[in-house]
């Protein structure tokens, strides 16, 4: 302690001292006054509070340093700047807390006091310092916060590099599994697609063998016009036989048995022809199933290959906002493998029956012609025998005969010419259809009628009319050659009826009947 009531300058950073005059600050709401060191006795500190009055500057003391700067030139700064006053008192203070009541009643006794201006400052002064204890309160404060602080923050960072770590080993692991679900994926495909892709090869392979066995039997349906027509003329030439020749004798039976034998083969190719075209649908459909299957798989497999390669430091890797909560999937492993197990058992079972309808026409082609070609050699010993029993009467209408039949046989290659005419418009009639019947196919608003359209539909309508056409003409040479063969036999009334039956028997049937018009193909089945 010092003498009582001296107030002495502390030794600390302030402004200058300009003679006796001392520079006292205040609280942010007073401001600064000028005047001389003047002793004042205080019997007890004032409140610390803030004061509210101002106090002027005199003009008799000198201005502040112009070193001085002021709260606008430094911001930072706080908005008080003052020099701490030190106090010593005639007696120990004890309150550190005064009583604002006990305060202001001294505070009045001083104001009736007549204080010069500088003791009035300098008590304002010493009104808002804080004690030591403050003091030391608020540095203590400090030290703790400080200490909390830090180590909540030491602990956020540890906390931080641990979660860090923990979740980058986390992320790597869920990577690598990734890629081993796709890998595994990816040799799912593959096993998939192999099968299909064997499954497809023979499906090909049958369905090829099966279109090669129904042309082959499309091609006997065909000949079997040839034996079937010579049946019939045989029959329309036996029923030209006139008075007691003609009779129903073994020739005529064998030759309608032939007809009707003809006709049953022909029933049944036609039937075998048309489930042999189901069953090519089927198969080309079970085909079509397992090419769409192996060509998904096929994308399917490059797109996971594309996403097994993809890396943290691959291109075209990018950000893809709400993708993860995308979900079109349509089906589960387990319908997927079903879906596929499914189009392959499909396939076989179809490639199974494809190998029976093979085996079913080669059945039907050997049966059938066994069956005529016996038929056909019974037809031809009968005419034999008929043939030796009228051989007296050959010569009677020899002139007649070769004239009608020169004109009868080439109205018979007009009529095959005809009919060859007619069956050569199939073909493009086929290929104006299947234009037209694959353009139906075009989506939504492709589906134009067009010019090509409009052609195709006058094209077929010009084939239907060339092929009407024709089968009229066919028909006018038909009832042509039926008048020719009328007129044959009105020619022949005058002829021997036994050289008549003989000239039928002999030089109409036995020379159509010297051969067999087809040669008999079979079918092997793979």
Known sequence: MATCGAVTQPQMAGPPNYGNVEYLGSTATSSYMAGPRQAVQFTQLPTIGTMQNQYKTYDTYPAPSPMRRSLTTLPWRPSTYYQSA???????????????????????????????????????????????????????????ASDRVRGGSERLRMD????????????????????????????????????????LELMITETNALNEAKRILEKNLAETENPLHIAQECLYNREKRQSIDLVHDKPEKELIRE???????????????????????????????????????????????????????????????????????????????????????????????????????????????????MEWNAVNTALCHRIQETTDARNKIQLHLNRTLQEIFDMEKNIELLKKSIQDKEAPMQVAQTRLDTRLRRPNVELCRDA?????????????????????????????????????GALEQDLSIKNTTLFIDREKCMAMRKTFPMAPRLVAVG
Not at 94 to 117: F, G, I, N
Not at 161 to 186: H, P, S
Not at 338 to 359: F, P, W
Not at 453 to 480: F, W
């Open 160 to 199: 931080t590099m641990r979660l860090c770590k923990e979740y980058d080993d986390k992320t790597k692991r869920t990577q690598a599994d990734v890629g081993k679900r796709l890998g595994e994926r990816i040799g799912d495909i593959n096993f998939w697609k192999t099968e299909l892709n064997h499954e």
């Open 259 to 373: 007809v009707d034998l003809i006709k049953r083969c022909q029933e049944r190719m036609r039937n075998t022809i048309d489930r042999a075209n189901v069953q090519l649908g089927l198969n080309r459909a079970a085909q079509h199933e397992l090419e769409r299957d192996s060509g998904d798989k096929f994308i399917a497999e490059n797109l996971d290959t594309t996403t097994h390669s993809l890396r943290n430091t691959s291109r075209g890797i990018a950000y893809h906002d709400g993708v993860h909560r995308i979900d079109n999937t349509i089906s589960v492993p387990e319908t997927w493998a079903k879906y596929t197990n499914d189009n392959i058992q499909r396939s076989q079972s179809e490639r199974l029956a494809s190998k029976n309808m093979r085996s079913e026409i080669e059945s039907v082609i050997n049966t059938c012609n066994n069956e005529m070609w």
């Open 86 to 144: 030190k106090v010593n008192p005639c007696s120990a203070i004890t309150r550190s807390m005064p009583d604002p009541m006990s305060a202001r009643t001294q505070l009045s006794e001083l104001d009736s006091l007549k204080v010069p201006p500088v003791f009035a400052a300098a008590r304002n002064a010493l009104y808002t310092r804080f004690t030591p204890n403050d003091w030391m309160a608020s540095n203590q404060g400090n030290y703790l």
């Open 452 to 488: 090509a359209h409009n052609r195709l539909v006058e094209e077929v309508g010009e084939i239907t009319d060339t092929v009407d056409h024709l089968q009229h003409k066919l028909r006018e040479a038909e009832n042509a050659l039926q008048a020719l063969l009328r007129t044959k």
